[in-house]
């Protein structure tokens, strides 16, 4: 019984982790970095070959 628990637990934790991450607004000390860092990367990811 407290495994089941602990198991619905662990999900709805996991379930809030990503409702956080991908629908809520994030704070611009987190944004900043990622914007930054797709930039970088977006090069390397979908070549332009003229």
Do not use: Q, T
Request: aromatic share 14%; no cysteine.
């Amino acid at each position: 019984m407290i495994y089941g628990f602990a198991y619905l637990g662990m999900v709805l934790a996991i379930s809030a982790g990503w409702f956080l991450l991908a629908v809520l607004k994030k704070p611009d000390f987190i944004e900043k970095p990622l914007n930054e860092m797709k930039n970088k990367i977006r090069p390397f990811l979908n070549p332009k070959d003229d």
